[in-house]
Structures are given as structure tokens and as C-alpha cells.
């Protein structure tokens, strides 16, 4: 009868590799939720999205001001924009001017605030930038709150080597109003909002921010008599070869009175989801500064950790009302808020881009003011409560006093580009935010424990190493970083490799006498452990050989790291493979290896069919390809039977053998064409490893323990743990049980000689 222990170990490595399989499979095939803090959410609006525009506030905004003789001092000043989000950045020197009380503030707010709707404004906008050198970006604006239209990549496209650029943001149209991005809702003057967005009856944009020049535009808040009381001035600007927009905000007071004013603007929305493998991967992203006790300088910005994905930034519909909320709060939380923290820059990302609203600064400057002071508090605001759709940041600024005669300036700036560290980094102002920080490789939920940002950053930098100076290819490299990474890898392999099949050896030597010691101690499990323990000492089996196994599953975050950042690498989206060779040879119109981010599509289908979990756009040969490799790639991982298997344990085995074939290529049949490269590789590589392994094993007699070593030999490090625990576990057991028979004995024999008396009570019974 064979030993369950080693029917543990047969069939441990293959149970373990299944279920690191399953764990990718599941974390790249659903979008799973993240366990963070939940936050408090109001009440849902009775207001349908129709019915106002998406992010407006209604009549009651949700932060109201703080009272004016809170307010802060014109050196706080905050912009004045209409977006989900925007942050603003320095403001102007503070004004010598003592500061009003609050009821000379409520004195001179005018009566019946509104927004002028000016005859000459126009809705025909001009653009700025371009989709050709030098620029990297064009930006088109919306005479929706002066906000933007659309930001299109000069050099990032839909599909590969096509004609329609990627459109990172974009204006919506819900009901009868819009989800405009970077837009200035309104100011919230004293106790009153006044919005700068309105629409006619036929849903058409109220004319109230007049054009000045491209990217210039200028609106005014007036009294209850049409008197000019408040000019709000937006001027958007772009740089040749950079990704970086600046947004600059100024309101004027054109009264002889100060006038507390607090900015209401929105700023990212919804960025497209890139592909359909591995889920939906928009996330919301802070970076925020610690407290001056743990940062001085106030220099450096800490990227949060949360990587908080778009379902749990929408939130879970109202069980009543079976709608979610119109709004949330997103910061400050209250982990932040105890901390004392201060938001610096947020951002919505996907799988590929990023939108990043952040302070202007001055790269060459010794210290900048690195605080978000636009973004008192930010909120997620949805325009369709019913299907989530439409998800957007709305930031309200602090109170700020404007004082008569007087304005208040603002800069922010705008990152929307690519994820990349070296594309970020090569920004000055996004590198003086540490926004490089916005480049995660980690999926998160159940694979974020085992994912270390250290060890997929080195692997980035390997494979960028690999293609810019060895492959010029990214599939050449992906191929090299696998075989360096095994390489790297190799002792480790080559020592766990030989513990355990050595110890599987010595199993099938030993078997035959541990087969006895079964049949005469059956009835005393104590005593067949000692005699067991015996044997194994007098064969030269240590114990650790059953630990031999280890080093293989510590190797998996290495191989998770190297998922991540091949799935995460922008540098990959709509890169063909080994050169565009199949590209070449059909002048393109070959989808096969045609984008490294796409599944490989040797016949790719007109309409694609949605599985749920799986969409079929197109015939993949690699998965399939995948299935056959890690076939052959299993007959040199599974160790050799250390005991004879019982029908029933070897049709568990045969399972786990068609498990881990069929459901790998299954997993990875819509992943990007380059993971499966990487898979391919990685078990190609392995096939040969184990091959070598295996004969270098052979040809040395590494399996083999010479007789005059074994009585002689000393357990190892783990040989010594094992016989820790074991002394341990003894001495438990006669803690519970008591002494055994033997000692017994021996005590009985001892009171014996000492004299009458002392001779011990047998057990269960008391003395007299």
C-alpha cells in the first residue's frame, strides 16, 4: 500500500503549477474587485441625466464653501475651470489688503448672479496643436464650459498602421447635456452657485464663453441689473513634442469690493478600454504628498498603492432605486485625511494611457509648490445612473477672496499620453510630479500580493535593454529576456531538480522496507513513525528531499512580474512581430503577429463573437501551438513516480495532465499575440533545460548516495528543521499523553529503589 505522503508529492507540483495557472487565468479574465475602504456616498439625484448636464451640480452643489471668514488668501487662489478634477497650481502674491470680515463679504455679494450670454460668441472653436511633427497632441475645445472636445495622438492609432488616431478624450452627449471634460461648471459665489454651462430648449449650448484667440476664452458673471460684476478667463496651450497641455485660469473682479469665490470644475472622464482580455483595466490614480513631519521638503510625491479600478470607483447600484449614485466622494478619504495628506496630481488611466491633471511647475527651479489646491475635494460624478456609463471627476477649489479691483491666477497642466516611463519621464513637468508613477505592471486583486513593483521594473528594464540595443524587435526580445530570465534561474532549477528526483530514487529503494514496517506497526501510527524515521536515517533520506520542490513555486511572482509587464507595456500596442515579416510578404494585409497586443490572428473574422469571457474575433494559431509545447513541456517537469499509484491516483493524475494542457491554451486564446510568444518560449526553453538537467544528473550519478556517506552524512539546514519539528511534535504528544510505557517503567524501577511509597499511580487512577 502505497504512502500517502508520497502521493502528496507526486502529485504536488503539477496541482500547484494548476493552480497558479488558474489564478492569472482568473485575474486576466474578469475584472476583479478590490477590497478597499468603502467610502460614503450621498444619496442618489432624483434629477435624470436629461435633465442637467453631466456634472453639473445642482441648485445645491455638493461642497458648499466654507464661511468667507475661512477663506483663504488670495496666495490660495483657486482656477476657475469646469471639468471632473482639474487641479490648480501656484497662485499670486498675497495682497497687503486686511482681510474682510464675513459680514462685509456678505454685504457686497451682488443679488442675482448669473452667466452672460454673450451675442458674438461662436461655437465654431478653432483647434490647437496638431495630428503631424512636431506636435505629439491636438486639442479641440467645446463652448461647453470652455472645456475640451476631443485630445487626439499625433502618433497613436485605433488599429495598426491606420488612418483614425486615438481619441483619449471626448465629449459626450447625454440626454440633453454633455459630459465635457476639463470644463469649468460654475463659481460658487458666498451661499450662491452659479453655473457658467446652460442649453436652449433644442438642447444646443448657451453662448456664454466667447472666443479670443485658439485656446483662449473668456465668460462674465453679472448682477441682477446685467452690471459686469466677475470676468473668468480660460487659456489653453501646447508645446511642440510633448504630451503635456496648460490650462491657465484668471478671474477678475470688476468691483470695488472683495468677493469670496470658490471654483467648480470637472476633469478626466472615461477613458475607451483598450482590449477585452483581461478585463476592464480603467482605473483612478492619486498621487499625494505626506505630511510635512515625514516630508519636510514637500518635494516628492508618493503615488498611492490602491490602483482603484473603474467598478469600484462607480460604486454598487442602490438596492432600492437599482441606480447608482449621481456622485461620491473620491478625496480626501479618511485614511488620507488622518494622514494629513495633500493631493498632487489624479488621473484616470486604462490599460495603455493616461489623463493626468497636475500643478504647473518649473522644472528648473529649486522647489515648486507641488499641492493640487484646485482640489479641495474631488467627487465621481456618472451621467447615466442607470448603466454606469459616462464616469467622470468633478473638483471643487478652496474659497478664495478676491479683492476689489483685483484677480486671482491659476496653472495647471494636463498630461495625456502614453504609459510610459521613458515617454513620461522625457516631460519636465510630469517628471518634477513624479508622474512616472502612473506606470504600474500589476493586475491587482489576488496577483497584486505576489507582484513586486521592484522585480517587474528590472524585468521592463531587461526587455527594453534587449530590443533597443541586441533585437530591434520586441518579440526577438521577449523571446531573449525569457532565456535570460531562465538562465538567471537555472541553479536554482538544477538544485531543486536534482533534490527531487533523488529523493523520488531513494523512495522507490526504500519502498519495499517501509512496505513491512506498514504491515507490522498498523496498529501502532506512533511507533511506525519512529521505525520509519529510523530507516530513512539509515538509507541517507533526508526529510528536506521532500522540500526540493520549493524553489520551483518561489520562482512564480518572477514569471507573474514578466505577465504583467507584457501585458502593461505600451511600447508593445500595434507593434508587429520579427520584423512585420508576415506584413511584408502580403503588403499588409496579413493580420498574422500583425500587433503584439492582439491575439495573433492568422484568419481574423468580420464580426466577432462575444463569449462572455472570451471573444472570438479571429482564428489564433499560438494558443494552440501553446497547447502541444506545455504537453511535451510536462513530461520533463513532472517528477518520476516515487511509488506504485493506485487506478484511482493515477487517473487523478492523467486529469491534471489534460487540465493543465487544455486549460492554459484556453486561457491565453484572446491574450496579446507577445504573451504567448512569451509562454511558447518560456516552455520551449524549459524542455531543453530539463533536458539538460536530466543527462548532466545522468551522466554525474547525482541521484545516487554512496553507502559510506549515508551514516556519516549531516542534515542540512532544512534536514534540521524537519528534525526540530519532529523533536517538537514529540514532546507535545507526551505533554498530552503523559509518559509513554517505557518511561514508565523506568520511573516504577526508580521509586523502586528509593523505597516504599513512592511508587507512581498507574494511569487514570488517583493515589492514596
Not at 585 to 605: E, H, K, V
Not at 705 to 725: H, T
Amino acid at each position: 500500500m502505497p504512502q500517502k505522503p508520497n502521493t502528496f508529492l507526486r502529485l504536488l507540483i503539477p496541482a500547484v503549477v494548476i493552480a497558479a495557472g488558474i489564478g492569472v487565468g482568473l485575474a486576466v479574465l474578469t475584472n476583479t474587485a478590490n477590497q478597499g475602504q468603502q467610502r460614503q456616498t450621498p444619496p442618489p439625484s432624483q434629477a435624470q441625466p436629461s435633465q442637467a448636464q453631466p456634472g453639473q451640480p445642482q441648485p445645491d452643489p455638493s461642497p458648499q464653501p466654507e464661511a468667507p471668514e475661512q477663506a483663504a488668501t488670495p496666495s490660495e487662489s483657486s482656477p476657475a475651470n469646469g471639468a471632473p478634477a482639474t487641479p490648480v497650481a501656484e497662485a499670486p502674491a498675497p495682497s497687503t489688503a486686511p482681510t474682510p470680515t464675513s459680514a462685509d463679504l456678505a454685504e457686497n455679494i451682488p443679488e442675482g448672479l448669473r452667466a452672460e450670454t454673450l451675442t458674438d460668441a461662436s461655437t465654431d472653436l478653432a483647434a490647437i496643436g496638431a495630428l503631424a511633427d512636431p506636435f505629439e497632441l491636438q486639442l479641440r475645445f467645446s463652448p461647453v464650459g470652455a472645456g475640451i472636445d476631443t485630445i487626439e495622438l499625433a502618433d497613436y492609432f485605433t488599429e495598426p498602421k491606420g488612418t483614425e488616431h486615438v481619441a483619449l478624450v471626448r465629449e459626450r452627449t447625454f440626454g440633453a447635456g454633455r459630459l465635457t471634460p476639463m470644463a469649468m461648471l460654475g463659481l460658487t459665489i458666498g451661499d450662491d452657485y452659479v453655473p457658467l454651462t446652460g442649453y436652449t430648449a433644442a438642447g444646443e449650448p448657451l453662448p456664454i464663453w466667447r472666443e479670443l484667440a485658439p485656446g483662449d476664452f473668456e465668460a462674465f458673471i453679472t448682477d441682477a441689473d446685467g452690471t459686469r460684476i466677475l470676468r473668468v478667463r480660460r487659456t489653453f496651450t501646447i508645446d511642440e513634442n510633448s504630451f503635456e497641455l496648460g490650462l491657465d485660469q484668471r478671474i477678475e473682479n470688476l468691483t470695488d469690493a472683495p468677493i469670496p469665490v470658490s471654483v467648480i470644475q470637472t476633469g478626466p472622464a472615461d477613458l475607451i478600454q483598450e482590449s477585452f482580455y483581461g478585463g476592464d483595466k480603467r482605473r483612478l490614480r492619486l498621487g499625494y504628498l505626506l505630511d510635512e513631519t515625514r516630508d519636510p521638503t514637500q518635494q516628492f510625491v508618493q503615488p498611492d498603492s490602491d490602483l482603484l479600478p473603474r467598478n469600484k470607483l462607480l460604486g454598487k447600484k442602490d438596492k432600492a432605486t437599482k441606480l447608482y449614485d449621481s456622485s461620491a466622494p473620491v478625496w480626501p478619504t479618511p485614511s488620507h485625511a488622518n494622514r494629513n495628506h495633500t493631493l498632487s496630481w489624479l488621473a484616470l488611466t486604462n490599460r495603455y494611457f493616461a489623463v493626468a491633471v497636475h500643478p504647473k511647475v518649473d522644472p528648473d527651479a529649486p522647489t515648486n509648490n507641488l499641492a493640487l489646491t484646485a482640489a479641495e475635494r474631488v467627487d465621481r460624478v456618472v451621467a447615466d445612473v442607470i448603466a454606469g456609463d459616462g464616469v467622470m471627476l468633478r473638483m471643487t477649489g478652496p474659497v478664495q477672496v478676491i479683492p476689489a479691483s483685483a484677480s486671482i491666477d491659476s496653472e495647471l497642466s494636463i498630461y495625456a499620453g502614453p504609459l510610459s516611463r521613458r515617454v513620461i519621464n522625457n516631460q519636465p513637468q510630469a517628471a518634477a510630479v513624479n508622474l512616472d508613477g502612473l506606470v504600474v505592471y500589476n493586475f491587482g486583486g489576488m496577483c497584486a500580493v505576489c507582484t513586486f513593483a521592484w522585480l517587474a521594473d528590472g524585468l521592463k528594464a531587461i526587455l527594453i535593454i534587449a530590443h533597443d540595443y541586441i533585437t530591434f524587435d520586441w518579440a526577438l526580445a521577449i523571446i531573449v529576456l525569457v532565456v535570460i530570465v531562465r538562465t538567471i534561474l537555472h541553479p536554482v532549477t538544477r538544485w531543486s531538480q536534482i533534490r527531487v528526483q533523488r529523493f523520488a530514487k531513494q523512495m522507490q529503494e526504500v519502498g519495499p522496507k517501509q512496505k513491512k514496517l506498514q504491515e507490522k506497526f498498523k496498529d501502532d501510527p506512533k511507533r511506525l513513525q519512529q521505525e520509519t524515521g529510523k530507516l530513512w536515517k539509515e538509507e541517507g533520506i533526508s526529510p528536506a528531499g521532500m522540500l526540493g520542490c520549493l524553489p520551483m513555486f518561489l520562482q512564480t511572482p518572477v514569471w507573474i512580474a514578466l505577465y504583467a509587464v507584457l501585458y502593461f507595456s505600451s511600447e508593445m500596442r500595434h507593434q508587429p512581430a520579427f520584423f512585420g515579416v508576415f506584413q511584408k510578404i502580403t503588403n499588409g494585409s496579413w493580420t498574422f503577429l500583425a500587433d503584439l497586443a492582439q491575439p495573433d490572428r492568422i484568419y481574423a473574422i468580420a464580426n466577432p463573437i462575444d463569449l462572455g469571457l472570451m471573444r472570438i474575433d479571429g482564428l489564433n494559431i499560438l494558443p494552440l501551438l501553446l497547447g502541444v509545447v506545455f504537453y511535451a513541456h510536462q513530461k520533463y517537469l513532472t517528477p518520476p513516480t516515487a511509488t506504485t499509484m493506485t487506478p484511482e491516483q493515477e487517473s487523478q493524475q492523467k486529469l491534471i495532465k489534460i487540465m493543465m494542457v487544455v486549460m492554459f491554451p484556453l486561457f491565453m486564446y484572446g491574450a496579446p499575440s507577445g504573451l504567448a510568444i512569451y509562454f511558447i518560449t518560456n516552455s520551449t526553453v524549459g524542455i531543453f533545460e530539463m533536458r539538460h538537467i536530466r543527462k548532466s544528473i545522468d551522466a554525474k550519478g547525482l541521484l545516487d548516495v554512496k553507502p559510506e556517506r549515508k551514516k556519516n552524512a549531516k542534515p542540512g539546514f532544512l534536514g534540521r528543521l524537519y528534525e526540530a519539528a519532529q523533536k517538537q511534535q514529540q514532546l507535545r504528544e507526551q505533554q498530552q499523553l503523559g509518559p509513554g510505557r517505557d518511561q514508565r517503567k523506568a520511573m516504577q524501577k526508580a521509586a523502586k529503589q528509593r523505597g516504599p511509597g513512592n511508587l507512581p499511580a498507574p494511569r487514570g487512577k488517583k493515589r492514596k
